[in-house]
């Protein structure tokens, strides 16, 4: 898979010197690539997700070929846990409705005389009073 094209190579290799020998024993691991900032964390999320390789076209070959790749967003690269979607409140069911209150039927035979009862409490004692 291709992630970036007509990269240009601003260091290659361990030596801060160009003029220091090179050991062939070790092979060059570090390549530092001119890249804007979309273009470097499509090489970080490579690197994290396996091997990068480079590969070196002909200087005349200028051609950039259309490749469908999405943006890498931080979620990809880690940095940010990723969104979900915001779930429904939950449904909370509605309680059934009081029952209607019915008047006591002895309450409706005292309302209709205009008396009221009053319960008088004295110690244990318990006395009820009819009044107007």
Do not use: C, W
């Not at 092979?27 to 090489?43: D, F, I, M, N």
């Not at 994290?48 to 790749?69: H, P």
């Not at 940010?80 to 915001?86: C, G, N, Q, W």
């Amino acid at each position: 898979m291709t992630i970036l094209q007509n990269v240009k190579v601003i260091a290659y290799g361990r030596q801060l010197d160009p003029s220091a020998k090179v050991d062939a024993a070790t092979r060059p691991t570090v390549a530092t690539l001119l890249v804007s900032q979309e273009e470097a964390q499509k090489v970080v999320l490579a690197q994290q997700r396996g091997r990068i390789q480079l590969v070196l076209r002909n200087g005349l070959d200028d051609k950039v070929d259309e490749f469908a790749a999405e943006p890498v967003a931080s979620v990809d690269l880690g940095i940010e846990e990723p969104r979900k979607a915001p779930q429904p409140a939950p449904v909370k069911p509605t309680p059934p409705p009081d029952p209607p209150l019915r008047p006591n039927a002895s309450k409706a035979a005292k309302a209709d005389d205009d008396t009221h009862t009053v319960r008088i409490y004295r110690g244990e004692k318990m006395t009820e009073e009819k009044v107007k």
